[in-house]
């Protein structure tokens, strides 16, 4: 891989970072428009990414995020006020920004085009607030300064706003130290924005920048002489800064000194008195430079040959640095031990060789835990995106609603969570459209005006649940029966429970008009199928009036799971241990024989029986004795025959031939410690199956 591969990918990366941040803030900001430190924490993070974006060559992106920059401008200075359509055109860019980004991942070429639209709308809003849309590129382009030389380095700010002042007197009453920095690079630097950039990273590594001149926009550009100031934020001494700054190559000279908020004032009001000529150097408050690895600042990557950016984007992940030590120390014990086995069994030592084995067999199982938790990944990648999803339903809809997160740093395999976004767009969508009703009807209810979907994820022994709960109108078994009727679904004597699940049913849809977000009837069965396929499940629990809950239970992971060991016929099969809930031994007697199936009864009911060997077509032994693997698919009870137990097993699952995999019976498969392979049993899938073959 080449360095520009390398920089793509980290700017891939850090880039689908800072778009989420900027969600999620610009949705705060729109609970909080007040919020200065809001508006400041978003500049830092739009200005990240137009920096990154400008280093690596993609002026449209870096447009862009450019003139939403100007919008949160004016948010700050005041000048426009925050409300729902300026927060709706920001997410606009938003979006549009993330498409470039995938544009770009698929080697295509952007074009000013794409963002013309948003360019017109964001100079709208600023032309009605100004009177006068943003300069062009040309009228910005600065006037060049005198020559340093014939200037001594000053430490005087031309435009210092009372803001910027008020975060140093702050700063400084928190215990921290603020100082005024002024640079002058040797006048042959031949990159002064790269330059720039390296000295501001290395004072990011201490502190915070809250104001510098000219605007970090010029700086990054190179387009100043050869003199810039800052004010800089630290808890580092005086002497430790100055050491910082001196220790940057291509410096003329430099200046760190206390920051006095008076003086800077005073001196700034001098200055704009003065009737010397300043140069025409606008100036503006920004946040830091962008925290990226430093990168060629000009140059655009030429485009990789092969395509597969979306799945590679998938297949990273981020890992605990404590993690990675913790494994590299197992690792070097690992190897010692492995050194003491081969010297033992070079002296034909049979008790050594015995002591480094139990050694070698316990680091293989805390390598074995370790790699699982590396591999684990908070559902807040997933959930991170839904606030934002539910306020612009909330807007389509014309619904008051807010979203709820609770459990968010629950940790589940990655490729679990990486599967888990489609499915938890469905539910929330069906929540939001169908569950929570509009604020009239709602208030006639004597409910709150605004509805409130709850979504919540905590760890259980070795699954994680998701819960999804709407404080809606609930699910109307008499709509549903007359909705499945209409449909041609048979509906005689079934049960309002059953009557709700119907809507898990292909195809089935109680919205009466088709619209963006439902009614076309998918969305719910693709989310069952979904669960089922990563070896979940979902249950549904819904009251008239008080609202729906959406069960989810998944296993925690999807590479070693504990297994119990059966033998049906001649053949071996394991069934995940989480889905069982008791094993018990009976004879063909106690199967009871009913119009709609075979049956057994437990706990004083009467559950469907699922004689393995017919599902499989497997010959069967020949015995009277038999084993009922008691699991609970979808709320319900099945007991699912064997002819042996082998035992309780840790096993790790392997992928196995897309033809097994269409016969919708096995999860994968694993391999025994004599080399035979057995097929992990698709519990939910034998269920279902029972179950409709039942009806």
Do not use: W
């Not at 109680?510 to 669960?531: E, H, P, Y």
């Amino acid at each position: 891989m080449d360095d520009n591969s390398a920089y793509r990918d980290l700017f891939f990366e850090e880039s689908e970072d800072n778009l989420q941040q900027l969600n999620d803030n610009v949705l705060e900001l729109e609970k909080e428009p007040d919020n200065i430190d809001l508006i400041n924490e978003i500049f830092r993070a739009a200005h990240t990414l137009k920096g990154s974006s400008a280093t690596m060559g993609y002026e449209v992106m870096t447009k862009l995020t450019h003139r939403m920059e100007d919008i949160f401008d004016l948010f700050k200075s005041g000048k426009l006020k925050v409300n729902g359509d300026h927060i709706s055109l920001i997410f606009k860019c938003l979006d549009r920004l993330s498409q470039l980004l995938d544009d770009l991942r698929d080697e295509k070429d952007l074009s000013e085009d794409q963002i013309k639209d948003l360019i017109d709308e964001l100079n709208k809003v600023e032309t009605g607030v100004t009177g006068q849309a943003a300069e062009t590129e040309s009228a910005s382009e600065p006037v060049k300064a005198q020559p340093a030389a014939k200037a001594e380095l000053n430490t005087t700010f031309v435009n210092l706003e009372e803001a910027d002042v008020d975060v140093a007197e702050q700063a400084k009453s928190s215990g921290q130290n603020v100082f005024t920095i002024a640079v002058r690079l040797d006048a042959e630097t031949l990159l002064k924005g790269p330059r720039v950039f390296l000295i501001m990273q290395k004072l990011e590594e201490e502190g915070d920048v809250i104001h510098t001149e000219p605007t970090a926009d010029l700086l990054e550009d190179g387009k100043f002489d050869t003199d810039f100031k800052l004010v800089f934020v630290t808890k580092e001494t005086l002497a430790d800064i100055k050491t910082n700054v001196e220790s940057n190559s291509e410096l003329e000279t430099a200046i760190v000194e206390p920051f006095d908020s008076e003086k800077a004032v005073a001196d700034q009001k001098k200055a704009k008195e003065a009737p010397v000529k300043q140069s025409a150097q606008v100036t503006e408050t920004v946040k830091p430079a962008p925290k990226t690895v430093s990168k060629k600042p000009t140059a655009k990557p030429a485009a990789k040959a092969s395509g597969g950016h979306h799945n590679a984007r998938n297949q990273s992940i981020r890992v605990d640095l404590s993690r990675l030590d913790r494994f590299l120390n197992l690792v070097s014990e690992l190897v010692v031990y492995r050194n003491q086995m081969e010297d033992s069994s070079h002296r034909s030592d049979l008790d050594g060789i015995r002591d480094s084995l139990e050694q070698v067999s316990r680091l293989t199982s805390e390598l074995q835990d370790l790699v699982l938790r590396i591999r684990m990944q908070q559902v807040s990648v997933v959930f991170s995106r839904f606030p934002r999803m539910i306020r612009d339903l909330g807007r389509t809809l014309h619904k008051d609603m807010d979203l709820v997160i609770i459990g968010e740093d629950t940790e589940l395999d990655k490729t679990v969570v990486s599967e888990l976004g489609e499915p938890m767009i469905h539910m929330l969508r069906n929540s939001a459209d169908h569950g929570i009703e509009d604020p009239d009807t709602r208030e006639k209810l004597g409910k709150p005006r605004k509805g409130t979907i709850t979504l919540s994820a905590y760890q259980e022994g070795n699954r994680v649940i998701i819960t999804l709960e709407d404080d809606g109108k609930g699910l109307d078994p008499a709509v549903l029966k007359a909705s499945a009727e209409s449909k041609g679904i048979n509906t005689d004597g079934m049960s309002e429970d059953e009557l709700k699940h119907l809507i898990f049913h292909p195809g089935f849809s109680t919205a009466k008009k088709i619209t963006d977000i439902s009614g076309r009837g998918v969305g719910l069965d693709a989310v069952q199928s979904k669960i089922t396929e990563l070896g979940g499940s979902i249950e549904l629990r819904s009251q008239i009036n008080v609202g729906s809950k959406f069960i989810i239970k998944l296993p925690l992971t999807l590479s070693i799971i504990q297994a119990l060991m059966v033998k049906v016929g001649a053949g071996n099969f394991a069934i995940p241990l989480d889905v069982v809930e008791r094993v018990v031994m009976l004879h063909e007697n106690d199967i009871v024989p009913t119009a709609k199936g075979e049956v057994y009864r437990f706990q004083d009911t009467l559950i469907p029986i699922i004689r393995t060997d017919q599902i499989l077509n497997i010959e069967s032994k020949e015995n009277t004795k038999k084993f009922a693997i008691i699991v609970k698919s979808d709320q319900q009870y099945f007991g699912i025959l064997a002819d042996q137990l082998i035992g309780q097993k840790e096993i790790v699952i392997k992928k196995i031939d897309p033809v097994l995999q269409k016969i919708n019976r096995y999860q994968g498969a694993t391999i025994f410690d004599n080399g035979s392979i057995a097929l992990i049993l698709d519990v939910n899938a034998l269920c279902q199956t029972k179950k409709r073959a039942k009806s």
